[in-house]
């Protein structure tokens, strides 16, 4: 029996001893509200309602061979998938998936895949490594204006 299991166990043997709710919660750290929730079910499904039911939930989208594969087809770079630009983004991994794997997915639920193989989406980078922060702040502060006055004329 788990923690949780045992949490309802125990409410329904203090409500069978005559607590009050609000005690109840108190004492086990939960809701007054789960409290009341665990009543009207134990009075419905009996012993059984405190027993942990299996989580359901969607299937993965990609099988475990899948995913390998894809984390494999990343690692080589986007470029070598045939892409321009060495980076790359929901979409791209989305069109991957869907070319590969014949699997459409949104690019949202893309970067769910690569957080699950602790991986992340590149940005390409706008701003040259190269440049100068000094010059642009300069040409920002002198030369923009002046161009803007000479639009404006």
Not at 7 to 36: F, N, Y
Not at 77 to 89: E, K, L, P
Request: proline share 3%; hydrophobic share 35%; aromatic share 8%.
């Amino acid at each position: 029996m788990n923690s949780r299991e045992f949490r309802r166990k125990r409410a329904i043997d203090l409500l069978k001893k005559g607590w009050k709710q609000s005690q109840i919660a108190e004492t086990l750290g939960v809701s007054q509200g789960a409290i009341s929730q665990w009543k009207k079910r134990y009075e419905l499904e009996g012993t059984s309602f405190w027993e942990d039911k299996p989580i359901l939930g969607t299937p993965a989208k990609l099988a475990t061979a899948e995913e390998q594969e894809l984390k494999d087809i990343i690692l080589e770079g986007a470029a070598a998938f045939g892409f321009q630009g060495d980076f790359w983004t929901y979409k791209r991994v989305s069109r991957v998936i869907l070319e590969r794997f014949q699997k459409e997915l949104s690019p949202k639920q893309s970067g769910r895949i690569l957080k699950k193989l602790e991986m992340s989406r590149q940005k390409p980078q706008l701003i040259s490594n190269s440049q100068n922060s000094q010059e642009v702040k300069q040409w920002k502060e002198e030369r923009l204006p002046a161009l803007k006055k000479k639009q404006n004329a």
